[in-house]
């Protein structure tokens, strides 16, 4: 099915280490985003890239970093990875005209 | 900071009730609010949206009402059924489509 896809869907960390949240679309959006989810707290934007080749810091950028491979894939990456990172992330794009499409999410445990 | 505070934080409403979610916001530049719908261990999903310049918008049985001068709209769920229990999320989007800020959440159970 067409749609936003994650990988991995769970990843347990230790602290200081580092990983890369994988993601991709096929619907030829511009628009791709990162968003971490935390209880009470709603989805916060790390970063975003409002097209190919552009990313932007969002809302909560600090400890991350983001790669706009090309126009299906946006990478978020965790260099140095602390507890305080342990939540679920969600990719998303957005297409010209069109809503947002959320992918079904990485939940990290950082320890 | 850009804001939208969502209350209640949890809801329970009894099968055929009425859910009703509120949310407000300070930012004027806000110019399409979106709510979403989530099951448990899957990714938010758009469910209905309104723009500033219209009161109020129906799809079945979800309904958004939109205060501008409140600044303040809400979602009323009609007939809730237990498959409607998720996490509801409002949300605005502003800078030409690049920002959603969402609202903190509101669990709804509807109990059979």
């Known amino acids: 099915n067409a749609g936003v896809t994650q990988t991995p869907k769970f990843q347990v960390l230790k602290t200081g280490q580092s990983m890369t949240l994988q993601c991709a679309q096929d619907?030829?959006?511009?628009?791709m985003y990162w968003y971490r989810q935390d209880p009470g707290m709603g989805l916060r934007l790390i970063y975003y890239?409002?097209?190919?080749?552009?990313?932007d810091k969002g809302e909560v950028p600090n400890g991350y970093n983001v790669s706009r491979l090309n126009k299906r894939e946006f990478s978020l990456r965790l260099e140095s990875a602390a507890p305080s990172q342990t939540s679920v992330y969600f990719c998303?794009?957005?297409?010209?005209?069109?809503?947002?499409?959320f992918g079904s999410g990485t939940r990290l445990t950082v320890v | 900071q850009q804001q939208v505070k969502q209350s209640p934080q949890s809801l329970i409403v009894q099968k055929g009730g009425i859910s009703i979610i509120n949310c407000a916001y300070e930012n004027t530049a806000f110019d399409y609010f979106p709510w979403y719908q989530q099951f448990p261990g899957k990714g938010p999903a758009l469910l209905i949206a309104?723009?500033?310049?219209?009161s109020e918008k129906k799809e079945g049985r979800f309904t958004i009402s939109f205060n501008k001068s409140a600044k303040q709209f809400s979602l009323h769920i009609m007939d809730s059924q237990p498959g409607d229990s998720a996490t509801y999320f409002c949300?605005?989007?502003?800078?030409?489509?690049?920002?959603?800020?969402f609202g903190g959440g509101t669990r709804l159970m509807v109990k059979p």
């Open positions: 619907m030829n959006h511009n628009s």
């Open positions: 998303a794009s957005r297409g010209t005209g069109t809503g947002y499409t």
């Open positions: 309104i723009r500033p310049d219209v």
């Open positions: 949300a605005a989007r502003w800078n030409a489509g690049n920002m959603l800020t």
């Open positions: 890239s409002a097209s190919e080749g552009t990313t």
